[in-house]
């Protein structure tokens, strides 16, 4: 007889509509944040309506049960904003080879979050069961951030690391 998984943390989910100031070389401009990224640059537009958005268990400590119900209320958080944007796909900082993770702290800030931090000494967002990131309209061959990620053994992996992918950014600056 399986057992069932029971996780004790319901994810809980915000998220909030931006547009985009201006999309620099570099990054892009919403609010008075500017947010350093190439990849973000190339793939958001100047005028593009993105979503910030914050996805936690509150958990102190890491569970990989807990992660695996934030990967779902991510899913259900594109399938739902699928009626707004065309081809909804979620970037983080921190993930992304060229987005560093300390800019969690300005979608903290987009999103007037009270519970959530980035801490510098740990070099992490707390609590650890927290995800942090944008939802844009993506072009059909972007599958998703494990496309940047330089992490080899990933459990939440979902695609292998593109290297052409990851070139033609970097050629297009």
């Known amino acids: 007889m399986a057992t069932k998984r029971i996780s004790k943390a319901i994810p809980k989910v915000i998220f909030r509509e931006f547009v985009v100031k201006k999309s620099e070389k570099n990054g892009i401009i919403i609010d008075d944040y500017f947010f350093v990224s190439k990849i973000l640059s190339y793939f958001i537009c100047s005028e593009s309506h993105i979503y910030a958005y914050c996805i936690s268990t509150q958990e102190k400590k890491p569970n990989y049960d807990s992660m695996r119900d ?15 944007i065309t081809n909804p796909k979620c970037i983080n900082p921190g993930v992304i080879f060229d987005w560093n993770i300390k800019e969690t702290e300005k979608i903290i800030h987009l999103l007037e ?20 990131g944008f939802v844009f309209s993506a072009p059909a061959f972007f599958l998703g951030n494990c496309e940047f990620c330089l992490q ?9 690391y593109n290297q052409l992918l990851k070139k033609k950014i970097q050629s297009a600056s």
């Open 70 to 84: 934030i990967e779902m209320a991510e899913d259900n958080l594109l399938t739902m904003l699928s009626s707004d």
């Open 113 to 132: 979050l009270k519970n959530v931090k980035y801490s510098h000494k740990k070099k992490c967002i707390v609590p650890f069961q927290t995800k942090i």
């Open 152 to 160: 080899q053994n990933c459990v939440y992996r979902k695609f292998p």
